[in-house]
T-cell receptor, first 112, second 113 residues
């Protein structure tokens, strides 16, 4: 089955700097890669996703890149703000076949 | 539109008691998932329902855990004879189609004393 590893487990950045979170997956058949943000006391919320037919996707200050050959994908947050502080989860799936497999999460702290 | 809702938001119970946690998925979503999240940990898959198919119970940690989904909509996760190690946040998610984008509810925080 799929296995997703996520690094780092914690990340502190200064406000305005960039943050990068990386995930690797094991199943080459995986073709859908969402990222979730979980704020304290809330459920995870989808922030961006990418499918295997594209290499990069951007939405304002966040972007995700995918390298299918190396089987890794990354979340990039630019111009970080204190409200970006949260736990971020990556996930991978072979769409239509199995439930999402999540990484263990990255706790991002943006220091003002 | 309305998102996934869960009730109660918090539940405190005594060891050995049974608890029921409820999930109302997004209307029209055919798939529903339950996860458990221990303090500061990741998401542990418990069970999913896909349309009218038999649920995948492969993630349930013991036979004290069960879940049902009535009428293809609301789901209830039941934990019998609760133990202290059952204390966690229980998250529900739904998706329009199976293995599609999942939308999560706010979770139920269960505390077993």
């Amino acid at each position: 089955g799929e296995n997703v590893e996520q690094h780092p487990s914690t990340l502190s950045v200064q406000e305005g700097d960039s943050a990068v979170i990386k995930c690797t997956y094991s199943d080459s058949a995986s073709n859908y890669f969402p990222w979730y943000k979980q704020e304290l006391g809330k459920g995870p919320q989808l922030i961006i996703d990418i499918r295997s037919n594209v290499g990069e996707k951007k939405d304002q200050r966040i972007a995700v890149t995918l390298n299918k050959t190396a089987k890794h994908f990354s979340l990039h947050i630019t111009e970080t703000q204190p409200e970006d502080s949260a736990v971020y989860f990556c996930a991978a799936i072979e769409s239509g076949n199995t439930p999402l497999v999540f990484g263990k999460g990255t706790r991002l702290s943006v220091i003002a | 539109g309305a998102g996934v809702s869960q009730s109660p938001s918090n539940k405190v119970t005594e060891k050995g008691k049974d608890v029921e946690l409820r999930c109302d998925p997004i209307s029209g979503h055919t798939a529903l998932y339950w996860y458990r999240q221990s303090l500061g940990q990741g998401l542990e898959f418990l069970i999913y329902f896909q349309g009218n198919s038999a649920p995948d119970k492969s993630g349930l940690p013991s036979d004290r855990f069960s879940a049902e989904r009535t009428g293809g909509s609301v789901s209830t996760l039941t934990i019998q004879r609760t133990q202290q190690e059952d204390s966690a946040v229980y998250l529900c998610a739904s998706s329009l189609l199976f293995a599609d984008t999942q939308y999560f509810g706010p979770g139920t925080r269960l505390t077993v004393l």
